[in-house]
């Protein structure tokens, strides 16, 4: 099955950047979409970028610019830089992966604490 091993999250001050690993490794099928979520305390959560396979990005409106999801595809890892840290990012920050961009489908990460102060 499919293993998918987070790195990088922690404390830091706001205006600072922190990068967030995932590194999937396993028997991966139908993997067209690597995805960031986070969710915070008593919020639903929420997805943050996604990357395809061929390279097509999508952030949240919210993110104004400040995050960049990046792939590398021959070694199963999906990146997630995060650059000038808000309090408000605050959150549990997941990795997904799967055929499409159903939350309900695909593998899971176990999740990284991102914790910004002010």
């Known amino acids: 099955q499919v293993q998918l091993v987070e790195s990088g999250g922690g404390l830091v001050q706001a205006g600072g950047s922190l990068r967030l690993s995932c590194a999937a490794s396993g028997n991966i099928f139908k993997i067209n979409v690597m995805a960031w979520y986070r969710q915070a305390p008593g919020k639903q959560r929420e997805l943050v970028a996604s990357i395809t396979s061929s390279g097509t990005v999508n952030y949240i409106p919210s993110l104004k610019g400040r995050f960049t999801i990046s792939r590398d595809n021959a070694k199963n890892t999906v990146y997630l830089q995060m650059s000038s840290l808000k309090p408000e990012d605050t959150a549990v920050y997941y990795c997904?992966?799967?055929?499409?961009?159903?939350?309900?489908?695909?593998?899971w990460g176990q999740g990284t604490q991102v914790t910004v102060s002010s």
């Open positions: 997904r992966l799967g055929g499409d961009y159903d939350p309900r489908s695909g593998y």
